[in-house]
């Protein structure tokens, strides 16, 4: 697996900073226009790392409702073609209508005068939608409604996605939520994910597992990795501790998942995609997007790869034992 970031902002210096720290694969948002995705690229090159994902602000919020004119299907698969042109295999997207990611909180205390996000239902009034670009959306949408919306989003993109060679990679929704703010969610459970492989069987088809999410839907992590297996092509790796409906973020050593079995489940399943750190505690004395600032994010850079090299060996003795092809024939 390679270890991967998003940004922000892109600098020189951070770029630096993430290349010293051992990180390969760069995480980009999504282009004003199609020369912004090669220009990224190069610059990302400047520094030994490869933009591998593209994730973040993508043009459909009218198709999960249902009732786009178009534009935003054609933008959609004009972006498929010109991730192919810049050499980008992975956009990472969800089905969250009206929101990205809630929180209810953004600086709620934590280890050593640091800060994390957090979510209470009973807060909702105070919902914040992090990462979207614009306030939350008045319009409303039923689960099954999210179903057939996503049938013809993914009928439509998934053979653009195979000629292109870009796989979706399908982020839950978070919090994981059956319904947030009266609208519909379907992207909440393992179950839900399980639909999303076994009914649109493609190569284009993949699951972003977002770790701290599915932690807040009260699975076995481990488990829950090995049961959407070869599916998995993305990780955004973090934790978070309490339910779906009343949680906080937490550093990546110190929540209630077990960091190293599930690493090791990734091997297990022969998972060898992008994996970044994701909603970083913010230090003390740091400005910036809560969950985005740059101190936690080199934490996280050196306990991740610190991670993937503990567990290498046991990579490599699936891989003599052939159990790692067998996983992936299941």
């Known amino acids: 697996m390679r270890l991967a970031t998003v940004l922000t902002p892109v600098t020189d210096s951070n770029l630096q900073l993430a290349a010293q720290c051992g990180v390969t694969d760069l995480v980009t948002r999504y282009p004003e226009s199609p020369e912004d995705l090669v220009r990224a690229q190069r610059h990302a090159e400047r520094f030994g790392l490869n ?11 009218r198709l999960k409702l249902g009732d786009d004119d178009g534009s935003e299907l054609q933008a959609m698969k004009d972006l498929l073609v010109q991730m192919s042109d810049a050499g980008i295999r992975l956009l990472c997207y969800n089905f969250m209508s009206g929101t990205d990611w809630v929180r209810t909180a953004t600086d709620v205390p934590a280890r050593g005068g640091s800060t994390v996000t957090a979510f209470r239902l009973q807060d909702v009034d105070r919902a914040q939608s992090l ?6 959306s008045g319009d409303t949408v039923t689960s099954e409604q999210l179903w057939q919306n996503l049938d013809r989003f ?5 053979p653009v996605g195979e000629k292109a060679g870009v796989t979706l990679a399908m982020h839950p929704d978070d919090p994981p939520l059956p319904e947030l703010l009266g609208r519909g969610r379907i992207m909440c459970s393992l179950e839900g994910f399980e639909r999303l492989v076994r009914d ?14 599915f932690a807040a839907m009260g699975v076995d992590i481990p488990d829950a990795i090995r049961r959407l297996g070869p599916h998995i092509v993305y990780v955004h790796c973090r934790d978070t501790a309490g339910t779906a409906t009343d949680f906080v973020e937490t550093f990546h050593d110190d929540g209630p998942t077990d960091m190293v079995a ?4 990734y091997r ?23 969950g985005y ?13 610190g991670l993937m090299q503990a567990t290498e060996s046991d990579a490599g003795a699936l891989r003599a034992s052939g159990r790692l092809d067998r996983i992936g024939n299941d």
């Not at 599930?262 to 489940?265: C, F, Q, S, Y």
């Not at 913010?282 to 400005?287: Q, R």
């Open 154 to 158: 993914l009928n439509e993109l998934l």
């Open 51 to 61: 933009v591998s994902v593209v994730e973040g602000y993508l043009p459909i919020e």
């Open 131 to 136: 990462n979207a670009s614009g306030p939350i």
């Open 200 to 213: 649109w069987q493609s190569p284009a088809n993949g699951v972003c597992f977002c770790q701290g999410t």
């Open 262 to 265: 599930a690493m090791r489940a």
């Open 268 to 290: 297990e399943v022969g998972f060898e995609g992008p994996l970044r750190p994701d909603h970083v505690p913010m230090f003390a004395g740091e400005e910036g997007e809560p």
């Open 293 to 305: 600032t740059m101190l936690g994010r080199l934490f996280a850079y050196g306990y991740l790869r």
